[in-house]
T-cell receptor
Framework: SQQGEEDPQALSIQEGENATMNCSYK?????LQWYRQNSGRGLVHLIL?????REKHSGRLRVTLDTSKKSSSLLITASRAADTASYFC????????????FGSGTQLTVLP | DGGITQSPKYLFRKEGQNVTLSCEQN?????MYWYRQDPGQGLRLIYY???????QKGDIAEGYSVSREKKESFPLTVTSAQKNPTAFYLC???????????FGPGTRLTVL
C-alpha cells in the first residue's frame, strides 16, 4: 500500500509565525485528511479535503491539494505554543473499507 | 461522555506471552481499526472491522489477532509470534458513510 511522505520531518518556529507542512502520496485518492497528535496521545482529526477540491480553510488552518502533483500542504497561521504536536496526512482511496494510509508526520515545535 | 477508550495505558509483557489490548467505543460506529505506531513514524494498519463478526487483515497483521463479537468492542491480541511487539497501539472507529476516524488514547506495549 502507499505510504505518504511528509516534509519537513521536524519544524521549529516562533509563536506568531506561520507553519507549513507538506505531504506527498503515490496513488489516486478520494480524499486527504490531516490529523494532529500530541505526544503520547491519540490522533485528532483536523480537516479533510476531497479530491475535487483545491483549497480548504478551517479557522487558522489552510489546506491545499494538487492531485496532478499528488501533494498537499497544511498551513497553520499565527501559531501558538499549544500548536506544538505531530501532524500527519492520511489518504483515503475511497475503497469500501475506507482505509487510511498515513504519512510519517511532521513534528512541529512552536517556541513561546 | 462519548468516545473511544483503550486499556491499559501502559502494558508490560515478557517475551513469549500473549497479551490482549482492549478497545471500546460508545459512538455507535460500525467500523473499527487497529494501528501500530513506532517512534517517529506514522501509523500502520494491523486489522480492521466494518461490521460485527467480520474483520480483515491490514498491512501488518502477522503476529496479531482480533475479534468483533460486539459492535462496541474490538480487542487486539498480540501473540508470541509477533517478533517486535514493543510499540504504541492505537484504536480508531468510523461512522458508516463517514470519512473521519476517531482515535482512542492508545496503549504503549513494552516487551521485557
Amino acid at each position: 500500500s502507499q505510504q505518504g511522505e511528509e516534509d519537513p520531518q521536524a519544524l521549529s518556529i516562533q509563536e506568531g509565525e506561520n507553519a507549513t507542512m507538506n505531504c506527498s502520496y503515490k496513488t489516486s485518492i478520494n480524499n486527504l485528511q490531516w490529523y494532529r497528535q500530541n505526544s503520547g496521545r491519540g490522533l485528532v482529526h483536523l480537516i479533510l479535503i476531497r479530491s475535487n477540491e483545491r483549497e480548504k480553510h478551517s479557522g487558522r488552518l489552510r489546506v491545499t491539494l494538487d492531485t496532478s502533483k499528488k501533494s498537499s500542504s497544511l498551513l497553520i497561521t499565527a501559531s501558538r505554543a499549544a500548536d506544538t504536536a505531530s501532524y500527519f496526512c492520511a489518504t483515503d482511496d475511497g475503497g469500501s473499507a475506507r482505509q487510511l494510509t498515513f504519512g510519517s508526520g511532521t513534528q512541529l515545535t512552536v517556541l513561546p | 461522555d462519548g468516545g473511544i477508550t483503550q486499556s491499559p495505558k501502559y502494558l508490560f509483557r515478557k517475551e513469549g506471552q500473549n497479551v490482549t489490548l482492549s478497545c471500546e467505543q460508545n459512538l455507535n460506529h460500525d467500523a473499527m481499526y487497529w494501528y501500530r505506531q513506532d517512534p517517529g513514524q506514522g501509523l500502520r494498519l494491523i486489522y480492521y472491522s466494518q461490521i460485527v463478526n467480520d474483520f480483515q487483515k491490514g498491512d501488518i497483521a502477522e503476529g496479531y489477532s482480533v475479534s468483533r463479537e460486539k459492535k462496541e468492542s474490538f480487542p487486539l491480541t498480540v501473540t508470541s509470534a509477533q517478533k517486535n511487539p514493543t510499540a504504541f497501539y492505537l484504536c480508531a472507529s468510523r461512522q458508516g458513510g463517514g470519512n473521519e476516524q476517531f482515535f482512542g488514547p492508545g496503549t504503549r506495549l513494552t516487551v521485557l
